[in-house]
């Protein structure tokens, strides 16, 4: 529940559906108008996707009314504090979403990887549970290596490089790389929900990743021959989006139209433009977007750089 997610889980059951399979969406009431638009326009061709919405509770779970998305908690300044109580506010969707499973008798159950819960869920009623991820398997094959071997712990401080343990090539990280939940030594809410997202993997019957055989095709049969795991790249997935209202309207609104962004682009010579986000979850103070802006210019490059809307601070 997270833009980040949610597009790229969205442009799968199109192309489950585009194939001639029956897709259901389950979200929530208010994630639901930001996907309506694109799921209308599929529906159009004839296609059988619909969307079904389940009530979500922020505020039992300690969060503010309306926080359906991460989004919503970001722009509340967002703390770890309040990221783990949205979590624990997405567990306690398991049984509204067993009573739908109940209802619909699906066939398979695609789920994000941060919605654990939901291979228990479907095993109740027998339901295959694929796990969606939407990174790529080199990062995959780093991170299980890393949580397998643990040579992270074999390092005498945070700056030191250590090398991989049974993976590829020679890949050399440091602790200060890593997530806080691989560095420390002691539980935390994060380390325990990485724990379940591994344990509820390896119950599944298998992944599907938003990446594609051609691009990493040693990584690809290292997690499946090496880590003995059931996958399949599909991605990207976001090529089953043909026009371009399909690709631009998918999650929060832009401040610049569609149009205006590929006028400019198409004024520009090939391979000249780069792309910079930091992603929908992070914010930058104005000191450091300043900066950040100026190293931009001073570089010379042509870019397109994607911020976030700061509600409070739109003047500045």
């Known amino acids: 529940m997270a833009h980040g997610h949610m597009i790229p889980i969205v442009d799968l059951a199109k192309l489950f559906a585009l194939r001639g399979l029956k897709a259901t969406i389950i979200t929530t009431p208010l994630n639901a108008p930001l996907i309506s638009k694109t799921i209308q326009r599929t529906k159009g061709l004839g296609v059988d996707i619909d969307i079904r919405t389940l009530k979500f509770p922020p505020v039992e779970a300690g969060l503010p009314e ?89 390092v005498s401080s945070d700056s030191k490089p250590f090398v991989l343990t049974n993976v590829l090539g020679e890949i050399k990280l440091t602790r200060k790389q890593l997530p806080d939940g691989l560095r420390q030594d002691f539980d935390t809410d994060y380390s325990k929900l990485m724990s379940e997202i591994v344990e509820s993997e390896l119950k599944s019957f298998g992944i599907i990743v938003n990446s594609f055989y051609e691009v990493e095709p040693a990584y690809v049969d290292y997690y499946r021959k090496v880590l003995g795991r059931r996958a399949w790249p599909i991605g990207p997935v976001s090529l089953c989006n043909r ?35 930091f992603g929908s979850m992070v914010n930058f103070n104005a000191s450091q977007l300043i900066e950040i802006a100026r190293a931009l210019e001073a570089s010379r490059q042509e870019f397109i750089w994607v911020v976030r809307r700061d509600k409070k601070n739109q003047e500045d």
């Open 66 to 154: 309306g926080c359906e998305n991460m989004d919503s908690i970001t722009s509340h300044n967002g703390s770890f504090e309040l990221i783990f109580r949205f979590n624990k506010a997405t567990t306690m969707l398991q049984e509204p979403l067993e009573m739908l499973l109940q209802e619909c008798q699906p066939d398979c159950l695609v789920a994000d990887l941060l919605f654990p819960w939901a291979t228990d869920a479907a095993a109740k009623f027998g339901i295959p549970r694929l796990v969606f991820k939407g990174t790529c398997f080199f990062s995959l094959c780093t991170l299980e290596c890393i949580r397998l071997h643990e040579s992270q712990k074999k």
């Open 243 to 277: 026009g371009i209202e399909d690709k631009a309207q998918r999650g929060n609104e832009a401040s610049i139209s569609e149009n205006e962004c590929l006028k400019w682009l198409d004024s520009k010579k090939p391979n000249s433009v780069i792309y910079i986000c």
